[in-house]
């Protein structure tokens, strides 16, 4: 399996546009967020800076699932993978691997998009950055499984990834990644106890902040297990002809 | 034109579940971007460290009252905004916001008159249109889909050629993706208007003019991007990080003053004059200027759609 994880993660690193929307947008987006609602929180304690880089690296993680589909299914790769799948190699190595070269992508980008901002902004994640680090490292695995599980269901990228923008836009607004979700309504917060960005943005908080890392762990076990679920997705509804 | 017009709506309604599943999520993309949108009023969550209520009611404070202090990231998140805690029969507001939140409340408290103090003085419609206009750029690149699949599989190539011409396509491709956008989108304003019963800040007719110029800029925009980028996803990545950069810059999640070189890029851009076109018409004025600042980059980026898609044309490339 190694090296088709090998081929599908130089395959994403050899696209500028997957390349720059992943490492140079979400840059782009901590530095303007910050600077604009820089009156926002009061800089001794913690600055806009400082939320906006979680915010964003979450969001970044959360929006990998649509990498993921581009990664499976994208028509270039269409052909390539259907060959795989025809050879002595087992089926469920085929999505298993786009799943993990999209996860070690995301990964590689979070990685170089925080040492910047850190070295820029002095952004210091509250000494819990490996804390932090776990939690996008889970979330983004299960964004990656999501996205390899929508393109099994639908057989389609265009409709997976049609999806999942609403997908993803839906748990970032519950998550309270652009605003508290109470902004919405009290019905709308309630419901937010069910996201996995607002488990992710909790934990991550508390860790920072708190130096309280009691969630860290719950928050990565049950992210994983959804991960797995959305495997047993795959495994259940990959079909090869899919890629004819 | 009305000969490619009919055979791309035939072409989509080949495809009745693509269909559902795009014109569906274009619906409820704007349906949420209206409800968060028209119905957020900002309140401030005070954490209130005393037995008993809180003293006051005011409209803009929801107070809980707590036994302990709250947790710094609680603060942080948002769920807090102002901790008050009585002290020697004085109370004391702090809070991690740098603005005015702990005056707002220890005014309050003191029993002044503070209504308006902390309300959110942008107009309803602006509001609306904030939100509207990322959802109708975002949604705009949807319905492209067919010009992608007419430069792979050589119908371009043939349309170039015929006497029609590619200026017939482009204007029946644009109608085509306008009349869904902007269909949807003026049937899901009214459904909220009447059927939800919510105050939308302006006559549901005048919407139509942000509505149509914001989908037209969406299409002109998402014609270059696919123009200009072979691969579909790429073209899909430049454009969403440039709509959504933009929108945020513009002001489009809440209005934003940061002065300079950066707040005069900020008055240029599209989405800002949107707003100002709706906050405008939202007064009952006929804001020409701020239409013909969307209308400039709407010329463009067809022009240069145009342009691009010609020359790869004649170059073999489609």
Redesign the interface.
């Known amino acids: 399996m190694l090296p088709i994880i090998r081929r599908d993660l130089l395959n994403l690193l050899i696209n500028p546009a997957l390349l720059l929307y992943n490492t140079l947008f979400p840059f782009l987006l901590i530095v303007v967020l910050g600077a604009i609602n820089r009156d926002l929180y009061d800089s001794e304690v913690i600055t806009a800076h400082d939320y906006y880089t979680v915010a964003i690296l979450v969001f970044m993680a959360l929006n990998i699932s649509i990498i993921a589909t581009n990664s499976f299914m994208e028509r270039s790769v269409k052909r390539p993978n259907l060959r795989i799948g025809y050879a002595p190699v087992a089926e469920w190595k085929l999505y298993v691997s786009k799943v993990l070269a999209t996860f070690l992508f995301c990964m590689g980008s979070i990685l170089l998009v925080s040492a910047v901002v850190a070295r820029i902004y002095g952004v210091g994640f509250g000494g819990a950055y490996f804390a932090f680090l776990a939690l996008l490292a889970a979330l983004a695995m299960l964004a990656s499984t999501i996205g390899v599980a929508f393109c099994c269901l639908l057989r389609d990228e265009e409709s997976a990834n049609k999806i999942l923008a609403l997908v993803n836009l839906f748990l970032a607004l519950l998550g309270g990644v652009f605003f508290h979700p109470r902004t919405i309504g009290e019905t709308f917060a309630a419901a937010s106890a069910f996201s996995p960005v607002r488990w992710v943005m909790q934990a991550s908080m508390r860790a920072i902040h708190d130096n309280d890392y009691a969630m860290v762990l719950p928050a990565v076990v049950i992210m994983l297990a959804l991960g797995g679920v959305f495997l047993l997705i795959c495994r259940r509804t990959f079909r090869l002809e899919d890629y004819l | 034109m009305i000969a490619y017009l009919r055979g791309f709506f035939a072409r989509i309604l080949a495809k009745p579940y693509?269909l559902a599943?795009?014109v569906g999520?274009t619906a409820?993309?704007i349906f949420?971007a209206l409800?968060?949108s028209a119905?957020?009023e900002?309140t401030l969550?005070v954490a209130y460290l005393a037995d008993g209520d809180f003293p006051v009611e005011v409209d803009a404070i929801e107070a809980v009252s707590l036994d302990a202090e709250p947790?710094?990231?609680e603060l942080?998140?948002?769920?807090y905004d102002v901790v008050v805690e009585e002290v020697d029969g004085r109370y004391e507001a702090e809070?991690?916001?740098?603005?005015e939140y702990e005056a707002f409340v220890l005014a309050a408290l003191a029993g002044e008159d503070v209504e308006g103090y902390f309300a959110d003085e942008t107009p309803r419609a602006v509001r609306i249109m904030g939100f509207a206009v990322v959802v109708l750029l975002?949604q705009a690149f949807?319905y492209i889909?067919l010009f992608i699949e007419d430069k792979k599989n050589g119908a371009l190539a043939r349309v170039m050629s015929s006497p029609r011409g590619l200026g017939s396509y482009l204007v029946a491709l644009t109608l085509y993706a306008f009349f869904i956008v902007f269909g949807v989108a003026m049937v899901v304003l009214a459904i909220f208007r009447w059927g939800f019963n919510q105050d939308v800040g302006m006559p549901i007719p005048y919407y139509a003019i942000p509505f149509a110029l914001t989908t037209l800029l969406g299409i002109a925009f998402s014609l270059f991007s696919c123009a200009l980028?072979e691969?579909?996803?790429?073209?899909?990545?430049?454009f969403a990080?440039v709509v959504?950069?933009t929108s945020?810059?513009s002001g489009s999640?809440g209005a934003?003053n940061?002065g300079g070189f950066?707040q005069r890029v900020m008055d240029a851009l599209p989405q800002r004059h949107v707003m100002e076109l709706s906050d405008a018409l939202a007064g009952d004025a006929l804001p020409v200027g701020h239409a013909a600042a969307v209308l400039a980059p709407i010329v463009l980026f067809f022009a240069l759609a145009g342009w691009l898609i010609r020359a790869k044309l004649r170059a073999g490339r489609y």
């Open positions: 693509y599943l795009s999520l409820f993309f949420v409800l968060v119905t957020a900002p969550r947790r710094r990231s942080v998140l948002g769920d809070s991690l916001k740098n603005v975002l949807f889909d980028i691969v579909r996803d790429n073209a899909a990545a430049l990080s959504l950069f945020i810059l999640f934003l940061v950066l």
